[in-house]
């Protein structure tokens, strides 16, 4: 089955560096990836979307890349601000073209001012 | 922005006890599901929804759950006779198509607790 894993560890870094998250999967080939923002009792908020065809995304301090060979993405904020501050999930779509997506666990991301 | 709405936002239930927790998804999107997430795990995929029938459902989403849309707004999920091992974060989501390039837009939750 579908394994997804992100880099369990929190993630603590300095306000103005730049934050980078790992999702790496096994045993599939999606066609799409996306990320997640989730802040601590609420649900995950959308950020972006990369399809298989695309190496790269960008939406403004957020950048996101795809490689099928490796079967990994990468998901980069930079200039990170405390307000970053939040759970952030890799989610990929399970092939039957019915929307369901298979999250990651997750990786918390902590910005320090 | 227009948002998914879940209420209640916190239900307390006896084991054995029915549950319906209840969304107003999105008015425009067609595609509903039922999320769920145990604390300090992952969001796991419980069951989607289209044109008035189940579309995909997972194993967690046995004869013990079921879902409905009664009117043109809501949409809700039914817990037969509550376990212990179904107390979770539930969220409802919504999208405006089911397949690649949909995004997810997923409601605050309703925190339910089995006693």
């Known amino acids: 089955s579908q394994k997804i894993e992100q880099n369990s560890e929190a993630l603590n870094i300095q306000e103005g560096k730049t934050a980078t998250l790992t999702c790496n999967y096994t045993n599939y080939s999606p066609a799409y990836l996306q990320w997640y923002r989730q802040d601590p009792g609420r649900g995950p908020v959308f950020l972006l979307l990369i399809r298989e065809n695309e190496k790269e995304k960008r939406k403004e301090r957020l950048k996101v890349t795809f490689d099928t060979t490796l079967k990994q993405s990468l998901f980069h904020i930079t200039a990170s601000q405390p307000a970053d501050s939040a759970t952030y999930l890799c989610?990929?779509?399970?092939?039957?073209?019915?929307?369901?997506?298979?999250f990651g666990q997750g990786t918390e991301l902590s910005v320090k001012p | 922005e227009p948002e998914v709405t879940q209420t209640p936002s916190h239900q307390v239930t006896q084991m054995g006890q029915e549950v319906i927790l209840r969304c107003v998804p999105i008015?425009?999107?067609?595609?509903f599901y039922w999320y769920r997430q145990i604390l300090g795990q992952k969001v796991e995929f419980l069951v989607s929804?289209?044109?008035?029938?189940?579309?995909?459902k997972s194993e967690i989403f046995d004869d013990q759950f079921s879902v409905e849309r009664p009117d043109g707004s809501n949409f809700t999920l039914k817990i037969r006779s509550t376990k212990l091992e179904d107390s979770a974060m539930y969220f409802c989501?919504?999208?405006?198509?089911?397949?690649?390039?949909?995004?997810?837009?997923f409601g605050s939750g309703t925190q339910l607790s089995v006693l």
């Open positions: 989610a990929l779509d399970d092939g039957n073209q019915g929307g369901k997506l298979i």
């Open positions: 929804f289209y044109n008035n029938e189940i579309s995909e």
């Open positions: 989501a919504s999208s405006v198509g089911g397949g690649e390039n949909e995004k997810l837009f």
């Open positions: 008015s425009n999107h067609l595609y």
